[in-house]
Nanobody
Framework: QVQLVESGGGVVQAGGSLRLSCAASGNIFNINAMGWYRQAPGKQRELVATISSSRSTTYADSVKGRFTISRDNARNTGYLQMNNLKPEDTAVYYC???????????????WGQGTQVTVSS
């Protein structure tokens, strides 16, 4: 069994920072791409950032220059550093990861349960 657990969400004032973590545990052989998504009330889930196994990254235009995605492969953990937060960043943030379980050759996409980020003006 594989599990992703997010942490680090909370309430912060506009202009503040938060660092989200996404820890993968269980029968993990290796992790390919990891990503962060968010869903605000009444809106569809949207992609925030991704990071490949070789650490190449992509970002939504709305967060470029403010958010940084990273990963620690030794710890099977991904991170999202969020700086200069704005009220429109308020959402539930979800991580996902493409994980290969031993001994299967197949990568499966797993999702965390989400962590709430609230930015007050």
């Amino acid at each position: 069994q594989v599990q992703l657990v997010e942490s680090g969400g909370g309430v912060v004032q506009a202009g503040g920072s938060l660092r989200l973590s996404c820890a993968a545990s269980g029968n993990i052989f290796n992790i390919n791409a990891m990503g962060w998504y968010r869903q605000a009330p009444g809106k569809q889930r949207e992609l925030v950032a991704t990071i490949s196994s070789s650490r190449s990254t992509t970002y939504a235009d709305s967060v470029k220059g403010r958010f940084t995605i990273s990963r620690d492969n030794a710890r099977n953990t991904g991170y999202l550093q969020m700086n200069n937060l704005k009220p429109e960043d308020t959402a539930v943030y979800y991580c996902n990861a493409d994980i290969r379980r031993s001994p299967s050759p197949t990568f499966w996409k797993y999702w965390g349960q989400g962590t709430q980020v609230t930015v007050s003006s």
